[in-house]
Structures are given as structure tokens and as C-alpha cells.
């Protein structure tokens, strides 16, 4: 199959789990949940994305004509003899529309430990090695298991709790981006202080200036 891809960079995990880990991000285009038009924002289902996935016109983007090809230009990223277990984080838009398991195993053949970032309305292929899953108010989330649960906040009033009965290895609280940046960020600090369960996830490559 074909895979459209806005970008392919190379840069730090910035948030979560993995935070300050080098990868190879892989932002599939499109979206489930908004069109990625600002015009469309405010009905979308998703009204707070930062990201633009609109399109393959990005640094590295395209259309790839079959899964080695996208591997290839994934693998090609990573510093050559650099050390390391080489990550790819496969996000969007929403990778999970696209990403299947010929994907997944072309980058297992190169050695790529291959992580993903999902809204969490879309059922994972097997095989993926660290599946973060960030629910979004008003949709359905149909994952329920996975290595981390990225809920970012605050959303519709919805307390962060109500995910912990789901099977994640672990709970993050991630501060919406935007005017109430650091209002948001206050309320996170205080939620993880009062609920010890969760974990802050910062988006440091935002505070770092890098992609
Ligand atoms: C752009 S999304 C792409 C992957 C997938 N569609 C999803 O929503 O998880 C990547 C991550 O950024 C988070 N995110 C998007 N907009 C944000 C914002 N304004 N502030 C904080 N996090 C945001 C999402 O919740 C998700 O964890
Ligand atoms: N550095 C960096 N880390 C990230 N972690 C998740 C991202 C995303 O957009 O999915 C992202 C991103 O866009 N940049
Ligand atoms: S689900 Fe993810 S990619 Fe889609 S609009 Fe929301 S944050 Fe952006
Ligand atoms: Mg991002």
C-alpha cells in the first residue's frame, strides 16, 4: 500500500516515557478527528492539535510506494554508526490509519524499536514495541491496553482518573499547549502531587526549541 507521510526528521522523544530519547519521527498524514484545517477547528471532534499533518510537503515527506520504501527513508535518518537501539515514533495526524504490519516489519528488519502515538480510535496492528495512547473527549476510544497513557489536559472537565482502571504501564497528565499553556501547566503539577500514580509529561522540545 501507499503511505502518505507529512515528515520524516530526526530529533529527541520530547514527551513522555521516553523523553530525551533520539528518534526518528515519522508523522503520518491525516487525521480521524479533525481535518487539520484551521477553518474546520472548531467543529472538529479534536479542536487542540499543535501539529500541521495537512499534506506530504514536509522535510521528508511524500508518498511511499510500498513499506521498504518507507523503512528505507526512516533507516536513512538514523546516524550511521551512531550506537544505540534505533526508535522510530510513528505519529500524525493518526498513524494508526495507516501504519500496518508490513510497516511494522520493515522497521523491525532494520532494528528500528518502533513506538507510536495514537488518539486511541483505531485498533493497533501487533508487533508495535511502545504504544502511547492520548484519548481525546468526544471520541470513542476503543485501546485499552498499551505502555503509556498520555491524557492531556484539561479536557471537557474530564478527571484524568477515569482511565486508570485501563491496562497502561503508565499514567501521564500532559498540559494543553496554547493561551492557558501555563494555567494548564499548574493544574497538571498539582493533579500528579495529589494523584501519584500519574507522572508530568512535558512537551520539552517545545521549552528546547527543537522539532
Ligand atoms: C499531534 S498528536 C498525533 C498522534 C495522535 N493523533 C494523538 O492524538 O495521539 C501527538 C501528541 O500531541 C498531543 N497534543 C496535540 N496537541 C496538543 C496540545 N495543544 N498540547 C499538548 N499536547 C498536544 C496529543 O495528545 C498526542 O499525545
Ligand atoms: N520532539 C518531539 N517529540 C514529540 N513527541 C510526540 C510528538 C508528536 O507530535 O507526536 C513530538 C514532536 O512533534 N516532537
Ligand atoms: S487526534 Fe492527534 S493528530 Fe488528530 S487532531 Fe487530535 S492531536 Fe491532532
Ligand atoms: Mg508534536
Redo the contacts with the bound molecule.
Sequence with gaps: MTYKVKEIFYTLQG?GTHAGRPAVFCRFSS?N?WTGREADRERAI?K????D?VGTDGEGGGKFADAQTLAEAVAAKWPVNGGGRPMVVC?????LLQLDPAAIAAFHERGFYVAV???GTVAPPPDIDWL???P?IGSDLIVHEGQEL?F?VPQGGVDPTTFEHLDFESFRV?????PDAAANTELAVKFCLDHPLWQLSL?THKHLGIP
Excluded: A, I, Y
Design positions: 514527551e487525521c478527528l479534536c487542540f492539535c499543535d501539529t499533518f505519529t500524525g495526524g493518526e498513524p502515538e495514537t488518539n502511547c495512547v492520548s481525546k498520555k492531556v500532559q498540559p494543553m499547549d496554547g512537551q
